[in-house]
Nanobody
């Protein structure tokens, strides 16, 4: 059974950085693309970033492009989301997810999800 466990969230001030991690177990990490989504209170879950199986292609939401970087370390079965210049509007629960190859914004193409990690950015 596939399991995804996120970590690295917290309460921070605007302008600082955080790095989220996602450890994947239960399948060969390198055969799956992965993505990060987030959900703020009262809002729908939204796409943040996606990365291909080998890490050679990445896709970002317009709201985070240039501030966030998605990466992965396949031998460590771990994906990352480096978040710089955080803003209060980045406050949300962040989820990692995997897909057979899709790295776009449609959540229905992703097939396994973690429990999420809370990121709160104060102004």
């Amino acid at each position: 059974q596939v399991q995804l466990v996120e970590s690295g969230g917290g309460l921070v001030q605007a302008g600082v950085s955080l790095r989220l991690s996602c450890v994947v177990s239960g399948h060969t990490f390198g055969v799956y693309a992965m993505g990060w989504f987030r959900q703020a209170p009262g809002k729908e879950r939204e796409f943040v970033a996606g990365i291909s199986r080998t890490g050679t292609r990445a896709n970002y939401a317009d709201s985070v492009r240039g501030r966030f970087t998605i990466s992965r370390d396949n031998p460590k079965n771990t994906g990352y989301l480096q978040m710089n210049s955080l803003k209060p509007e980045d406050t949300a629960v962040y989820y990692c997810t995997t897909s057979p190859g899709y790295i776009g914004p449609d959540s229905s193409y992703y097939n396994a999800w973690g429990q999420g990690t809370q990121v709160t950015v104060s102004s």
